[in-house]
């Protein structure tokens, strides 16, 4: 593949980054994927291929917080924050985290940041 435009790029990494980026039993893997509008984050066993935990902008349990929320930043903490209470609602403490080929800053940082500060680590 060829890095020509912006997409190839974060697909580069993203491949670059699974190789040695594995989800254990012990550690299951928290992966995160942006779109244009909305964050959806989740907690994957790799070794029996299901999603375990699952939160976005668009679950209706935090539809109040998004609507009130300014920035797509706060709405990354919201969802970052939703993830890890229901993570440790299902006894999962311990995480490798999967930023899925984007960078480490804006929302995606903003949703570990708020994932660790609620209980998970990473």
Known sequence: ??????????????????KSVHGTPERLRLTVTRSLNNIYAQVIDDTKHHTLVAASSLDKEIAADIQAATSKIEQSKIVGKLLAKKAQGANITAV??????????GRVKALADAARENGLSF
């Open 1 to 18: 593949m060829t890095s020509t435009n912006k997409a190839n790029r974060r697909l580069n990494r993203k491949f670059r980054i699974r």
């Open 96 to 105: 490798v985290f999967d930023r899925n080929g984007y960078l480490y800053h």
